[in-house]
Structure formats: C-alpha cells, structure tokens
C-alpha cells in the first residue's frame, strides 16, 4: 500500500475532520463527543478497520498498522486538545482569583507606640542627669496605695469610687506615688529615681479620661533639696519634649503626701500661651501633681526629716503625648487604630 492508496487518503480526511472538531471542543465533555464519534465502537476508525476484511489477504497486515499507526496519532491529538483545555481552563480560574492590575495591599509596618515614645523620651531625660529608672507592681498594697503616703482611711481617694479594689487590703495602684514608699523603705538617702508605669481609675471613660493610663513618678531625696530644683527638672522636662520655649507653672494644691504641693501646667505648645482650643482658651496645659516629700511620709520610710528632704512629682504620659500629638481624644491611644498610630509614628 502506497502512501496515497485510498486507505491513507482516507485516514488522511479523518485527521483533518478530527483536528476541526478538536479545535471546536471546548470542554472534556465535549472532547468525549468527539473521541466517541472517531475513535469509539461505532465511529469512523471502526469503520475503516472494517475494510480490511475485504483487501487481499496479503496487504491486510500492512493496512492494519497504518490503521493502528493513525490510531495512534489521533491519541496524541487528543491528549494535546485535553491538555491545552486543562490550561485554559486553569488559567480562566487563576484570572478570576488574581487581577494582577489590582492595586497591592502594602504591609504594615510597625512602629513605637506613642505613649511608649513619650515615656521613653521623658525617662532618657532623667537617666542623662543620674536618676534610676524603677518600676513597681500594678496590684499594690492599700498601705503602700495609701496609709504610707499619708492617705487617711477617710480620704474621697480611699472610698471604692475611684479605686479598684481586688481585696479589702489590694488595690489597682491609683497612682505611681506607692514607689516612693518602696524604693525608699529599702534604700537610705539620697536618692534619684523615676518611676513609669500604669495605673487604674474608676473614672468614666470619655475624651480626656481612661480608666487605665500611664503616670511618671519622679523622686529626689537629699539633704538642702528644694522646690527651685523640682520647678527646674520640669521645666527641662518640659523642654526637652515640647521645646525650648516652654514654661512651667505651679498652682497650689492639696496631696496628703506632700507640703506644698502643686499642680503642674507648661505652656500650650499649640498657641504658645496666647490660648487656644487645646488649651481651652488658659495658654496652660496641666501635667500632673508635685511637691515637697511630706516629713510624715520621710518619717514613715525611716527617714529623718530633719536631715533630709525631697521632691516629687507625677505626670501623666497621656497628657504629655496627647498634647504633643495635637489630638483630641485620648481613647486613640488605646484603640490601636493602625491609620491612626501609622500617623502619630
Ligand atoms: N500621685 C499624684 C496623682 O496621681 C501626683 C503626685 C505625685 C503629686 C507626686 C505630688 C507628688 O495625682
């Protein structure tokens, strides 16, 4: 049999029709079709073989491998249709789940948290000038709370209204004052340290109050030290966070566990005295408490008030942070919004 014999001629016609119907079939099922009407029982191929019977007996083989030979390449067309199909379809898929021309999402990057920042920078101003950063516990003792700070039991502060009592004798330090009495009941004057640390209030929760915030204790104790010298390490304070020009002024003031005692303003970094909205019109914004160490609170240490004396005082962290930052309510401190810290970075 000769390359153009009738028989391959004719094989000839099927591949072309079946290459048509290949290129026509856009699925498996439809591929099935196909390979049903070319390659099943009754299709075509079957068809073919059949003339064989009617050839010389001599030229039979040789028909039958042609048939198988052809057989054989329409396989492979069709595993090429299946595979080109499977990538199609494949790629159809990954085009509905990726749009590559969809804008990225960027990852966010992390950074120190604000209060965290103002903390560390209001300490890095004490260690420079020798004070010892310590920190304390959370849950205090009422004596250290309280009665050692000069805190009768009927002081307003000692009533479960703004104290978070865990047991009759336990509290959620309402302030970082209780490290004054630990730092110095175990050690002998002078000393200098600074103490931040979280404290606990009942107060409602709103623009300007949390129940939970961040205070900086400060304490020196040494023979001749006066209130000049605590005016002069909150001004520098004050400085060195909101810049050169601020100053700071004491009102007087009432703490059981100093005499006299003051509160803390600096000037309204956001009007520069002349008064503004943040500061409510004053030029003033208040930090915190201070004052000269009690001699009930020196003696109750152990300390002899007639030798030395100390100051003290206690910002709060938010206060500083929350009017560095210009903001206007001091929940976005604790909501770790990730727009809202990523600008206060
Ligand atoms: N402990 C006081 C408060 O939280 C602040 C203060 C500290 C006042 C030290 C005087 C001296 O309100």
Redesign the pocket.
Request: aromatic content about 16%.
């Given at each position: 049999m000769t390359p153009d014999s009738p028989l391959t001629e004719q094989l000839g016609d099927i591949e072309r029709a079946l290459r048509a119907e290949l290129s026509q079939a856009q699925n498996e099922d439809a591929l099935e079709d196909v390979r049903v009407r070319f390659l099943g029982r009754s299709g075509e191929i079957t068809a073919v073989r059949r003339t064989i019977g009617k050839l010389p007996a001599g030229e039979r083989p040789g028909a039958g491998r042609i048939i198988n030979d052809a057989v054989a390449e329409y396989e492979t067309l069709f595993e090429r249709r299946r595979e080109e199909l499977a990538r199609e379809a494949l790629e159809e898929r990954l085009r509905q789940a990726i749009d590559v021309t969809f804008p990225g999402i960027p990852p966010l990057v992390g950074s120190i948290h604000p209060i965290r920042r103002t903390m560390d920078d209001l300490l890095a101003y004490f260690e420079r000038r020798g004070f010892a950063v310590v920190v304390g516990p959370e849950i205090e003792s009422d004596y250290n709370n309280f009665d050692a700070l000069n805190i009768p039991p009927d002081h307003p502060a000692r009533e479960g209204l703004d104290s978070f009592y865990l047991r009759p004798d336990l509290v959620l330090r309402?302030?970082?004052?209780p490290m004054q009495i630990r730092v110095m009941q175990r050690n002998p004057p002078p000393l200098a340290i600074v103490v931040p640390g979280r404290?606990y209030r009942r107060d409602a929760l709103d623009a300007r109050h949390l129940y939970a915030f961040h205070?900086i204790?400060g304490l020196l104790v040494a023979p001749g030290v006066h209130l000049g010298h605590l005016k002069g390490a909150l001004t520098g304070m004050c400085r060195e966070v909101f810049g050169p020009q601020q100053s700071v002024r004491f009102r007087p003031s009432f703490?059981p566990?100093?005499e006299p005692?003051a509160e803390v303003d600096t000037t309204c970094p956001a009007c520069g005295g002349a008064g503004c909205r943040t500061c409510g019109g004053s030029g003033w914004i208040e930090l915190?408490?201070?004052?000269m160490v009690h001699p009930s609170v020196l003696r109750e240490v152990g300390y002899d008030p007639d030798v030395v004396n100390g100051w003290?005082?206690?910002v709060g962290i938010e206060r500083v942070a929350f009017t560095r930052h210009g903001m206007d309510d001091i929940r976005a401190f604790v909501e770790n919004d990730p727009a809202v810290l990523e600008q206060l970075a």
């Open positions: 309402t302030h970082t004052s404290v205070q204790e703490f566990f100093t005692s915190g408490g201070a004052g003290a005082f206690g």
